[in-house]
């Protein structure tokens, strides 16, 4: 029957009534296992099945490109197992409703595949660790905050307060170690005389200097060189940062003692880093050399890099999210 689109129900239309009535019972036995078939798809269903998200927050969560997620989206909405909702700009992809309610003649199926996806791997750490990411963003973007009342607080926003706290700060020779692909640098470039930017990656300093450049940002100059040997002078800089770095250090020691070489008597180091955790994926998927680092650790390193006044604390905890962001400043000897 001939909906009032003017269509008959069918995967590959975009209209709601097409979206909401077809269903995956209508596919054959032999096409579903071999769609199942792929890791990736099973992934992008287990994400799917915990939040409603955009194609850009499941590329980030999958760390597959953009194109390879909506050619698994399509697979995957044309089957009737995943369904499109668009709001502005965005599309908003779900498990479809009977999915999510796990009814229908493959109701059966639908519980074993819940039941996979609660089981514990590395992979499904990753995700969920990635996924947390996606909404402590969301959360930090929008503009309902806190407590009981959800208030609405048109232009709040976490970077216009510290652009504000910026302008406290004196004009000061920043050195951010480590930049990746620049967003602090920038950030610190808007406050500081100027910015000296370093990272080993050729390939992530220029992604930096296009993101600097897109900014109209022109304070910052851009170095190559690894955090163990630094490509700049002693005594050149008034302020370190180390942003989620050190745990890419082999030898951290030595980064702190290079930080220590570059800073003016009397300079500042300002770190973030992962509090120590167990999330061994990591490595593998992101780089790191380090599962952060122990308060006492951090403390030690530091101090043994020749910085007094190390004060220390937690700067990020949210419950069930496995990283703890740690800051720590201190203050190279005179």
Request: aromatic fraction near 6%; hydrophobic fraction near 45%.
């Amino acid at each position: 029957m001939w909906n009032s689109t003017g269509c008959p129900p069918h995967p590959s239309c975009s209209c709601h009534y097409c979206i909401t009535t077809y269903r995956f019972v209508d596919v054959d036995a032999a096409s579903l296992l071999r769609l199942l078939g792929d890791s990736t798809r099973l992934r992008l269903l287990r994400l799917l099945a915990q939040e409603t998200l955009n194609v850009s927050e499941l590329t980030s969560v999958l760390g597959v490109a953009q194109s390879g997620v909506s050619r698994h989206l399509a697979l995957l909405r044309e089957a009737g197992l995943v369904s499109e909702e668009r709001s502005g700009a965005f599309a908003w992809y779900r498990l479809s409703p009977e999915a999510a309610d796990g009814a229908g003649d493959r109701a059966a199926l639908w519980a074993w595949l819940r039941q996979e996806f609660t089981r514990n791997s590395p992979e499904t750490r990753a995700d969920d660790a990635r996924l947390a990411e996606v909404r402590r963003v969301r959360r930090e973007s929008f503009s309902q905050h806190g407590d009981e009342r959800r208030q609405l607080v048109p232009g709040r926003s976490w970077a216009a307060w510290s652009r504000a706290i910026g302008l406290l700060l004196p004009a000061m020779d920043v050195a951010d170690l480590g930049c990746g692909e620049g967003y602090l640098t920038v950030e610190a470039a808007r406050w500081a005389r100027r910015v000296v930017a370093v990272d080993q990656s050729a390939e992530v300093l220029g992604r930096a200097k296009a993101l600097a450049a897109r900014r109209k940002v022109k304070n910052i100059s851009w170095r190559r060189g690894a955090l163990e040997k630094l490509p700049l002078k002693d005594a050149s800089v008034d302020l370190a940062l180390f942003s989620q770095a050190l745990h890419h250090a082999e030898h951290p020691d030595h980064a702190l003692a290079e930080a220590a070489r570059i800073l003016r008597p009397g300079g500042r180091l300002l770190v973030l880093e992962l509090r120590e955790h167990g999330e061994t994926w990591v490595r593998a998927k992101l780089g790191d050399r380090w599962l952060g680092f122990s308060d006492e650790r951090l403390r030690t390193l530091m101090e043994g890099a020749g910085f007094t006044s190390v004060n220390l604390r937690v700067g990020a905890r949210r419950a069930g999210d496995p990283f703890t962001v740690l800051i720590a400043a201190g203050e190279r000897a005179s």
